[in-house]
């Protein structure tokens, strides 16, 4: 009996220590801890994710904006894009701290609209961010133009392989709205400005490297006459990257999108001849501009554009496309 | 509620006052645990002590704690369940087939997704008692399986109960008339007692602590372990099947790609709740306090605004000490 009270002691202390430790930690980190009656006004964050390069991308130029304006803000997500159950329960709980503004990418609208409700009842302004909203509650919608990037990115490989020939396109879905919006935005400037490139019709690969690499080396046996691959995202564009490797096929020229340590590593030695990226930082920072708008009860556009940069050898090292690229 | 704590029988203890006590002492410490980390966070957040918060921490128990009660039978046993995670999201898909597209009547498609639940449950324990497959190998396939089959059946996109708004009332609504509760809250209250009395009072619940306890014993006694054991499993499953309801009519909509990393958390709540993973040993109620515990840690820390990487590392160290207390529990009988 004496070892099992002394088990149960040691127990509640260990417990009480680590959460005062990691409490006090964590109030510093944070900002100010739990309170938001302060004068700062307080915005909180929901995000689709968290460990992810991107997020943390978000996260660090909403923070920086956050100084700049003297807000305080939180920054939450699942720990994987499918965990919606999770996020229900992030926004409930930062709805109950009664923010001055939320910030909210949706993993799924509909699960969320309840809640989006709430929010509106209890006048806490949302913002959108990253994909929209399907819900007439947000007050805005910050996110990445993807159709205007992938047009810039047709644009580039219409230049780079002389304005005619075949070129394919490696997407990775065909029903998410980042998917639909870079494939449409490359075969739409193509059909308007480059009359003499012939698109062959989008392959799927899930954004899955090894499906797409299988792919990419079944469109160059298919079409030995092939100019140029597009690759819609970051896992489509290291499986081009391989598949084109692995077929032993040159002269291709490649075009990417987003970034990562092999996409950048391609582009630095020339296997790739560039890609369009989105700007996270610049992302989590119109967030917070937008957000504290909002809370001064500003009017908002509809959407806020928050740009896209085009990359490659010549460029890659300039702080601006360095501060954009993650690994 | 009575039937939810742990009963005084313990096989191998020999029974008595004494055995009561100390799983009566095991239960007090997590409840007392649990009471100690909502005085702290009532003290810490001027958001966490209201009315409001209660039901949001209760509402976000509901589906770990679903999934945690009938891992605690298969616990009991000696065993362990991976395959409730994603078994949870194939029998959310499942639930979205029977009620959306095949437009079956709403108690129809609920009663077939809960056996749903029961079948796979019943495959686990034919693989496990029948085929002697480890426990944990043969949930682990059974987890990839569902994985998968939730992809295939949904076509990898969610599907919505739009159409259906008393589907999401089983989770969402308020049944007790004037009072924000929500309905989710009542069905694992209600689950949990018929759980408890499924435990202590049957025969079902004998031999999942008898077969956990000696399993050799309990075959020499003339039980049909292999029988028992299947039974088991199958009646565990049961709960993945309801959990898949229940986390489908909260968010309106049957989503395939989720509910991996649900199993952990299911068996870490069973394990704070002082169920031993040895077997023959735990309690519904303490279970319970498990996923409370889960639950009100992963609030009270985001209410605090306290950066997410601790909030793992906290779960983590409440995790140890739960099972190290268990250790020491075992040390000393």
Not at chain 1, 259 to 288: C, F, H
Not at chain 2, 67 to 84: Q, S
Not at chain 2, 240 to 266: D, F, K, N, V
Not at chain 2, 292 to 307: A, D, E, K, R, Y
Request: glycine share 12%; aromatic share 6%.
């Amino acid at each position: 009996m004496k070892i099992r009270k002394a088990g149960a002691i040691m127990a509640g202390a260990a417990l009480a220590l680590s959460l005062t430790a990691c409490g006090e930690d964590g109030g510093n980190a944070g900002g100010g801890g739990g309170g938001g009656n302060g004068e700062q006004p307080y915005i909180a964050i929901v995000s689709k994710g968290f460990q992810h390069q991107f997020w943390q991308a978000v996260k660090n130029g909403a923070e920086e904006e956050a100084e700049k304006q003297g807000a305080r803000v939180t920054f939450v997500g699942p720990p994987t894009e499918s965990d919606v159950e999770e996020q229900i329960n992030m926004l409930t709980n930062d709805l109950a701290k009664s923010p001055a503004a939320i910030g909210f990418a949706a993993l799924d609208s509909q699960s969320a609209e309840p809640l989006l409700q709430q929010a509106k009842s209890q006048n806490i302004p949302v913002i959108a961010f990253d994909s929209g909203v399907d819900s007439d509650v947000p007050v805005t919608t910050v996110s990445t133009d993807n159709k205007a990037a992938a047009a810039e990115a047709a644009k580039h490989m219409s230049e780079l392989v002389g304005g005619k020939g075949k070129v394919a396109l490696v997407v990775h879905d065909q029903t998410s709205k980042s998917g639909t919006d870079r494939r449409d935005g490359f075969m739409e400037w193509m059909e308007q400005n480059a009359p003499d490139i012939e698109v062959l019709e989008p392959q799927y690969g899930g954004g899955d490297q090894l499906e797409s690499a299988n792919i990419t080396k079944s469109i160059i046996s298919a079409n030995p006459d092939l100019k140029g691959i597009y690759a819609a995202n970051e896992g489509s564009a290291i499986g081009v990257i391989k598949g084109v490797e692995e077929s032993g096929k040159t002269g291709l020229k490649l075009v990417g999108f987003d970034s990562g340590k092999a996409q950048v590593d391609a582009i630095r030695d020339g296997s790739m001849a560039g890609a369009v990226t989105q700007d996270p930082v610049n992302m989590g920072r119109e967030l917070v501009i937008a957000a504290m708008k909002a809370i001064d009860g500003e009017e908002l556009p509809k959407s806020i554009d928050t740009g896209f940069k085009w990359y490659d050898k010549s460029n890659i090292d300039d702080a601006e496309i360095k501060a954009v690229l993650y690994e | 509620m009575t039937a939810l704590e742990t009963p005084p029988r313990e096989s191998v203890a020999g029974g008595g006052f004494a055995a009561v006590a100390k799983g009566r002492l095991q239960q007090l410490l997590a409840f007392a645990s649990l009471i100690a980390i909502f005085a702290f966070f009532s003290v810490a957040s001027p958001f966490f002590f209201t009315y409001g918060n209660f039901t949001a921490i209760l509402f976000s128990t509901v589906v770990i704690g679903t999934l945690a009660i009938g891992t605690t039978f298969v616990i009991i046993t000696g065993g362990i369940d991976l395959a409730v995670g994603t078994g949870m999201a194939l029998c959310a898909v499942m639930s979205g087939v029977f009620i959306v597209n095949m437009d079956l009547p709403l108690v129809v498609g609920l009663v077939a997704t809960v056996l749903f639940g029961g079948m796979m449950g019943l495959i686990n324990g034919i693989n496990i008692a029948l085929l002697k497959i480890p426990p944990f190998i043969a949930t682990l396939a059974m987890m990839l399986v569902a994985e998968g089959l939730a992809l295939v059946v949904s076509d990898s996109a969610p599907i919505y109960f739009s159409e259906e708004p008393s589907y999401t009332k089983i989770s969402t609504g308020n049944l007790i008339p004037g009072v924000e509760f929500p309905n989710a809250v009542l069905v694992l209250i209600v689950v949990a007692v018929i759980a408890g009395v499924l435990l202590t009072k049957t025969v079902l619940g004998r031999y999942t602590y008898s077969i956990g306890s000696n399993e050799e014993a309990t075959a020499l006694s003339g039980i049909d372990v292999r029988k028992w054991k299947i039974a088991i499993y199958a009646f565990a499953g049961l709960f993945t099947g309801l959990a898949g309801i229940m986390i489908s009519a909260r968010l309106g909509s049957a989503q395939p790609a989720t509910g991996m990393g649900y199993e952990l958390q299911a068996i870490a709540a069973v394990v704070i709740g002082g169920t031993s993973l040895s077997g023959g040993k735990g309690s519904i109620l303490g279970t319970l306090i498990g996923a409370l515990i889960i639950s009100t840690l992963n609030n009270g820390l985001q209410i605090m605004s306290i950066p997410q990487e601790w909030q793992n590392v906290i779960l983590g160290c409440v995790i140890l000490v739960a099972v190290y207390t268990d250790i020491l529990r075992k040390k000393e009988a």
